[in-house]
C-alpha cells in the first residue's frame, strides 16, 4: 500500500515536471502573425499568448470553419497594446485606433495603453487534441492570422486552415468574453470606450460594410473608407 503511494506521488511529481508554459507571439513585428503558427503541447502544458501590438484576440473554431467560433470557443477578448513610437495612421487603423494625425505620425489614444506590461492569454491544455486558433479581428483571419495547436500527422495542418481561412466570408468572435483562459498584465482592462476596436465595433467592421470617412486623421476601424485589416 505504502509502495503504491510513493509510486504515484512520484507519477504526479514527474507529470508538473514535464508540463511546460508554451509562448506564442501575437502580432509579432507589427504584423497579422502568431509566432510560432505550429505547435505540440501536451494536457497539462499552458500555452501563453502574448499580445505585442496592435489589437489582436485569439480564438478557436473547428478545422474545417476558421474565422467563426466553435462550441464553447477559446477566447481571449481584444486586447490593445501600445503602438510604437513613431506608428502611423495606417498602423493605428490596423490596431484599432483612432488618434488624429500630424503629417505621418500619429498620437492615438491607444499609445495611452500597456505602455509596459503586454497582455498575455494563458490557456490551459487539457487533451492532446487539435486546436485551430484564429484572430476575429476584422479581416486579420482571412489575413492569415491563424494558428494551429497539435496539428493532426494527417489532416488540416496551418498551411490547409490558412487557405481555407482566406476563403472566409466572414469573420466572428465568440460571445461572451474570455473563456477558455485567463488573461494577466491587462490593468487596463479589455474593450475600453474610446481608441479601440471591440468586439461589437469588430463584427460590425467586417459585416457592415464601409462607411465614410471624417476627417484626415481618423482611424478606419469605424468611420473609414474601404475595408479594414
Given at each position: 500500500?505504502?509502495y503504491s503511494s510513493?509510486v504515484?506521488?512520484a507519477?504526479?511529481?514527474?507529470?508538473a515536471?514535464?508540463a511546460?508554459?508554451?509562448q506564442?507571439?501575437?502580432?509579432?513585428?507589427n504584423?497579422?502573425?502568431?509566432t510560432?503558427?505550429?505547435?505540440?503541447?501536451?494536457?497539462g502544458?499552458?500555452?501563453?499568448?502574448n499580445f505585442?501590438s496592435?489589437?489582436h484576440?485569439?480564438?478557436s473554431?473547428?478545422?474545417?470553419?476558421?474565422?467563426t467560433?466553435?462550441?464553447?470557443?477559446?477566447?481571449?477578448?481584444?486586447?490593445?497594446?501600445?503602438a510604437?513610437a513613431?506608428?502611423n495612421?495606417?498602423?493605428?487603423?490596423?490596431?484599432g485606433?483612432?488618434?488624429?494625425?500630424?503629417?505621418?505620425?500619429?498620437?492615438?489614444?491607444?499609445?495611452?495603453?500597456?505602455?509596459a506590461?503586454?497582455p498575455?492569454f494563458?490557456?490551459?491544455?487539457?487533451?492532446?487534441?487539435p486546436?485551430?486558433?484564429?484572430?476575429?479581428?476584422?479581416?486579420h483571419?482571412?489575413q492569415?492570422?491563424v494558428?494551429?495547436v497539435?496539428?493532426?500527422?494527417?489532416g488540416?495542418?496551418v498551411?490547409?486552415?490558412?487557405?481555407?481561412?482566406?476563403?472566409?466570408?466572414?469573420?466572428?468572435?465568440?460571445?461572451?468574453?474570455?473563456?477558455?483562459?485567463?488573461?494577466?498584465?491587462?490593468?487596463?482592462?479589455?474593450?475600453?470606450?474610446?481608441?479601440?476596436?471591440?468586439?461589437?465595433a469588430?463584427?460590425?467592421?467586417?459585416?457592415?460594410?464601409?462607411g465614410?470617412?471624417k476627417g484626415?486623421?481618423?482611424?478606419?476601424?469605424?468611420?473609414?473608407k474601404?475595408?479594414?485589416n
Amino acid at each position: 500500500m505504502m509502495y503504491s503511494s510513493i509510486v504515484l506521488a512520484a507519477l504526479a511529481h514527474s507529470s508538473a515536471v514535464l508540463a511546460a508554459t508554451m509562448q506564442v507571439s501575437v502580432g509579432t513585428n507589427n504584423q497579422f502573425v502568431f509566432t510560432p503558427d505550429t505547435m505540440v503541447a501536451q494536457p497539462g502544458d499552458m500555452i501563453a499568448f502574448n499580445f505585442v501590438s496592435q489589437n489582436h484576440s485569439v480564438a478557436s473554431s473547428n478545422a474545417n470553419s476558421p474565422c467563426t467560433p466553435e462550441k464553447n470557443a477559446i477566447f481571449s477578448d481584444f486586447q490593445p497594446v501600445a503602438a510604437p513610437a513613431g506608428a502611423n495612421a495606417n498602423a493605428a487603423a490596423a490596431a484599432g485606433g483612432n488618434g488624429k494625425a500630424k503629417g505621418k505620425k500619429t498620437k492615438g489614444k491607444n499609445n495611452k495603453r500597456q505602455a509596459a506590461n503586454t497582455p498575455m492569454f494563458m490557456v490551459p491544455v487539457t487533451d492532446n487534441q487539435p486546436m485551430y486558433i484564429y484572430c476575429s479581428q476584422a479581416q486579420h483571419c482571412q489575413q492569415g492570422m491563424v494558428m494551429v495547436v497539435n496539428p493532426p500527422a494527417a489532416g488540416m495542418g496551418v498551411a490547409q486552415y490558412r487557405q481555407l481561412a482566406a476563403q472566409a466570408n466572414q469573420n466572428k468572435s465568440p460571445k461572451g468574453g474570455i473563456s477558455g483562459g485567463q488573461i494577466v498584465n491587462n490593468a487596463a482592462g479589455t474593450n475600453p470606450p474610446n481608441g479601440v476596436l471591440g468586439a461589437a465595433a469588430a463584427t460590425a467592421q467586417t459585416n457592415g460594410g464601409n462607411g465614410k470617412g471624417k476627417g484626415k486623421g481618423k482611424a478606419a476601424a469605424a468611420k473609414g473608407k474601404g475595408k479594414g485589416n
